[in-house]
Structures are given as C-alpha cells and as structure tokens.
C-alpha cells in the first residue's frame, strides 16, 4: 500500500497501477499486470455467489445452490446495470450497514468470551489451549506448521482489495492528501476489522465444532455457516444466529457487487488503453460500459459448478485461482516501486522530492516483494500432501493453485513478441510526464472551512461518507 502510495501520489494516472508498471518496468509488463488483475476480478465474482450460497445453506440444504447463484446473480446484474449513481448509493447504505453489524460482532464476541452471556461461563482463551495450530494434512509439527500457510493463503484473499485506491488515483481532486490519507486509514481499519476481528471470532468459535463448515465431513455437509454464527451457537443464544447469517450474507451481495463493477471497469480501462478490443468502450447513457458488462458478468456462470459439485470445494477452487491473481498483481505493484525507485536513483533524484515519501522505503518493498514470492511459490504445497493423493484430486486443486502464471507469463512475453517492447532503462525512465501540480493549501483551506460551517448532524454524516 505505501509502495502504490508513493507512485500514485506523484503520477496519479487512470490507468492504475498498470500504468505504472508501463512507466518504470515494460509495456508488455504493464499489459500483464492488468491482464492477471482482470483475471482476479474475473473469478473472484462467481466465488461471492458461491459464498452466498454456502450462507444459505444455514437455513436450507435441500434445494440446489444453482438456485441461490441464479437468484444473487441477478441482483447484482440489476444492481450494476442501473448505471454508477445507483451503485454508489447503494454501495455506501451497505458498507455503512457491514460496519455497524461488525463492530456490533466484535463487542459481541467480547462479551461472549468474557462470560457476559447469562447461563455461559467465562471462555477466555480456552479454545486457545484446546486446539490452537490445528494440524492439516499432515500429523505433528509438521501439519502445525503447513496449517500456518494455508491460513496464510486464506489471509492474503481476505486482504485483497486493499490496492483498489491505485484504481481511483486518477479521479482524485487532490491525491497528495488524500492517497497519503488512504493508505494510512486502510491499516487501522484493517487492523480492526480484520486483525482484531479474527482474534475475537478465534476467542469464541471451538475450531473443532462440527459446526464450522471446515470440520464438515464431506463438502455436503449442511453445517455450512459463519464462524461468527457458530460462536453465537456454541453460547446458546437463541434466534440471533439467523439474524446474523443474514447479515454476513448482505457482506457477500454488497462484494459480488463490487467486484462485477470493477471487473468491468477494468476491462473498459484495457479497452480505452489499447490493451482489448475497441468494442468494450460501448456503454449506456447511464455510463454503463455494456459489453464489457457482458462479458465479465458471463464469468458469473461460473458459479454453476455448485450444482455439479459441493459448494465448499468449488468455494475453495476459486479461492486458490483469485489468491494467484490478487498475489502477482501485488508483485507486479512492489517490482514496479522498486524500479520506480532505482530510476530516481539512477538520475539523482533525492526521495524527499517524492509528494509522500515512507521512511523505510524502498527495504518494505523488498520485504515484502520476498515474502509474496515465497507464499505464491508454496500456496499449493496441499496439493502434494499426502503425494498418493496427486494424481486422484490433487493435480485439480494444483491447477488451481497456480492457473494465473501462466496467463501471466504469456501475457507479458505475448505483448512484448506482438509489439516489440523493451524494459525501461533507470536512466532514461520518465519520471516528469504526469506528475500533476498539487495546491494542497487552497484545497485543504476550502475544505475546512466547508467542514467547520457545517452542522453537528452534517459533520457525522460526513466522516461516516469518508468512513
């Protein structure tokens, strides 16, 4: 994120972080990072079906998930069809609701684990003790630690996302304040939501409940729910777990949402660039692109292979294919910051020039470049263990795993034979074309001035918009 925020703020382009990549690594570089990050959006649409699916399966098992994907499916066709005004509104009621309800979910879980239910004892960190590093695949310490890295797997799709302020640079009134800004609220909210989150749903959900759509026997189980339900289960509270399953199944409609509007509008920022056919910059007068639209909303049948298979293998199927895509478009950011950095060193061009400058850069970029590297390279380690198992179910979940290198690497070596491109010397990268001039004070005077002039109400309402 401080690695987008540094390039951003100084050339805040529409064209992302690809356009980055373009600039200060390859065209053909930058092709291949919008490429895998359509192909992200691409998958990760049909997965929130699927999650909504598996939710539903709380209340009813007994009716097909093609029926449940057909039904979601078409609200979120409705919803991105209606053009950008109705999704912004109904964008902004959801995510406004999605934080009441956990922040409500974290109190809850508090309460819960401190014994503040009547009729439930203290659990504190007894679920801890009890089975805290849970082997996988394999007994001992050696499961223990394979257990880390799935969970790692895991973590890096629930963090994706997080590079969206790169998309939306280029809209920016004032991207020296306000990227800065993003960069820094998008950590403690993380922090809150997801870090704390996890470790209060950690405290109350019994990982070995067979309640938990994980400890399900086979992937038709009907125990398909929340953890955060399962906890609220565990301490017998009674009507509230449906309730709360509804609610995390808004979470999964508002993300399909999202995700099906990014989607097309990444392939209508390729189309604009030269990078896909002419025939998706088509859109509505509602700003509509319609066939990019089309074209990404039919990936949506993908979500169609729960009713040939269980939900909760298709669910991880897809999970495997986003976490390459979402895991090389991070490398593609980091390696890009690292050049980008390189360049300004190579021309004698100090940081502290840089509109947003992070003091441990650029040795965060390549912690992190290393440490992406090594989870993408290992996050298919399950499909060897036990290695009997690879040539039955595992040579599927390897696929899976790591479907997007090679779209990634023809990608990039496809663009570069059809067009000829060569990697960008340090010493001749542009580092001036772009850069846009900021008038923080002005901007940042007027805007306080509106702020102070506003009413008690008006003042909430607007830091729960910027919320």
Known sequence: MIALGEMSTKFPTKKGFSG???????????????LIYLCKYLIISPNQLVAGALMIRYWSHDINGAVWVTILGALVFAINFL?????????????????????GLIILGLIIDLGGVPGQDRIGFRYWKKAAFKSYKAPGKTGQFLGFVNALVLALLAFMGSELIGMTVGEAKNPRKTIPSAVKKT??????FF???????????DSTSDLLATAAKNSHGSSSASPWVVAIKLANIKVLPGIINGCLLVYTISAAVSDQYISSRTLYGMAMDGHAPAIFKKCTKRGVPITAFAFTGAFMGLAYLVAADGALVIFNYFVNSVTICGGLSWISILSSHIA??????AQGIPRSELPFAFQCQPYMSYIALTMV???MFFKGFDSFVPISQFTTTGYKTFITHYIGVPVYIFGYFGYKF?????????DTMDLKAGGREFHDV?????????YKAMSVKGKIAYQLKNW
Do not use: N, Q, Y
Not at 187 to 192: A, N
């Open 418 to 426: 059809a067009h000829k491109t060569k990697v960008v010397r340090l």
């Open 373 to 375: 590297s090594i989870l």
């Open 442 to 450: 002005v901007e940042d005077d007027e805007e306080e001035r509106a």
């Open 187 to 192: 950590f403690f909210r993380i922090s809150f």
């Open 340 to 345: 980008f950095m390189r360049g300004h060193k």
């Open 83 to 103: 053009g950008v005004k109705w999704f912004g509104e109904v964008e902004f009621w959801l995510s406004l609701f999605k934080i009441t309800v956990l922040t």
């Open 20 to 34: 980055h990549a373009t600039r200060c690594v390859d065209p053909a570089f930058g092709f291949a990072t919008a």
């Open 195 to 205: 870090v704390f989150g996890t470790f209060v749903v950690g405290l109350v959900a």
